[in-house]
């Protein structure tokens, strides 16, 4: 039987390129298949409340250059795990399913992060037809070369670096940029090295306080005073702990924060220079999506569109090297993808004179 109508949700934190995800997978379906798009608004909640959108053409036109997602997400609706208003814990992953039905959808377009496509996964073993979309700003899953909005937090960071260069060589003070980067350091790392820092300290590389501090007086004695720092917040002490804020944010994460708070105050006692450390935090997730990842985020959402009229159902659409594929769900979701600390990327980074903490 063929597709007739699919639904389409985002689910977990905000990305630039969400709209721009949505929008195809909503022409593509309708040009290619025939296929008719409902928007399901806030994540998976949407699809247990019953809040749904119509898309077409006109609903989705403008929005390839939109930041934030049009639909609405949530990361705290899990029906697996959907907190009820006392407090418990409920599974409603079958409402979900049945109301998929009751709406008459053939299948599912599912654009998030690992815990998302979780949701989806476990949701398609359950018999709802689904197509998974990564997205994620920290470019952490593994199954895709690059991640939509990753590019857009890397111009937003690098910019922060110029922006607090000026600073630093004016005052001749240490700057330090907090970015996001919970288990993996790619954002600190590209922006790094893009913004020529002088230190990157990321999650895979543990840091040694003495060993920044080195850095720094290195640069002083040689006519330097001033230095650029990145960290990305789950960067971790040899020995230690990230810094977090909270220990689980309900969403089956913790909050971090606080890491160039806390190397700031390492660094006090030890060198002369005046310290300022900056949280770039969200503003790495919003803003109009750089060219990379327009064109990322629509040539994903026109594939998982034609994966679904195609009933490839079960499936991740990704980038590896120049094409677009698609991988099962259950590999997707199986790996991270973290900064490998001998790559040549941390090579040429090295190569430049940044050094890791190490
Ligand atoms: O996973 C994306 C991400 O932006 C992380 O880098 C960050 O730690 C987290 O989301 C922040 O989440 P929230 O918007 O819930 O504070």
Redesign the pocket.
């Known amino acids: 039987m063929a597709v007739r109508r699919i639904g389409i949700l985002t689910g977990?934190?905000d990305?630039p390129g969400l709209n721009a995800v949505i929008r195809s997978a909503v022409r593509a379906g309708q040009r290619r298949g025939g296929v008719e798009t409902l928007g399901i608004l806030d994540g998976f909640e949407g699809l247990l409340e019953r809040r749904f959108r119509a898309l077409d053409r006109a609903s989705t036109r403008g929005l390839v250059r939109r930041g934030g997602t049009v639909l609405g997400t949530s990361?705290r609706s899990n029906p697996f795990r959907f907190r009820a208003a006392d407090g418990s814990l409920r599974d409603r992953s079958r409402e979900a399913i049945d109301n998929a039905r009751a709406a008459g959808l053939d299948g599912l377009i599912v654009i998030g992060?690992d815990g998302t496509l979780h949701i989806a996964l476990e949701l398609g073993g359950m018999g709802l037809p689904v197509v998974g979309v990564p997205k994620?700003?920290?470019n952490?899953l593994a199954a895709t070369d690059f991640t939509f909005g990753f590019w857009t937090a890397i111009g937003t960071a690098t910019d922060a670096l110029d922006r607090l260069r000026d600073t630093a060589e004016s005052h001749h003070r240490v700057m330090i940029l907090e970015v996001?980067?919970?288990d993996a350091g790619w954002?600190a790392l590209y922006a790094g090295i893009a913004g020529a820092a002088d230190v990157i300290l990321i999650p895979e590389i543990p840091y040694r306080v003495e060993s920044v501090e080195a850095t720094i007086e290195g640069r002083a004695a040689g006519g330097q005073a001033f230095s650029l720092v990145v960290v990305a917040?789950?960067a971790v002490p040899v020995g230690g702990a990230p810094s977090y804020r909270q220990r689980d944010?309900g969403?089956g994460?913790p909050?971090?924060g606080g890491a160039g708070a806390r190397l700031a105050d390492e660094l006090a006692p030890r060198i002369e220079h005046e310290i300022r450390a900056t949280v770039l935090g969200?503003l790495?997730?919003g803003g109009s999506p750089v060219p990379f990842d327009r064109i990322l985020a629509t040539r994903l959402g026109a594939s998982a569109a034609e994966l679904a009229i195609a009933e490839q159902w079960g499936r991740m659409v990704c980038l590896r090297g120049d094409a677009i594929e698609s991988v099962p769900l259950a590999d997707a979701v199986a790996r991270q993808k973290l900064v490998e600390p001998a790559s040549e990327l941390v090579a040429a980074a090295r190569a430049t004179g940044i050094t890791f903490g190490d």
Request: net charge negative.
């Open positions: 977990g934190g990305a990361n992060g994620t700003i920290d952490d996001m980067g919970r954002i917040e789950g944010a969403d994460h909050r971090h969200h790495q997730r």
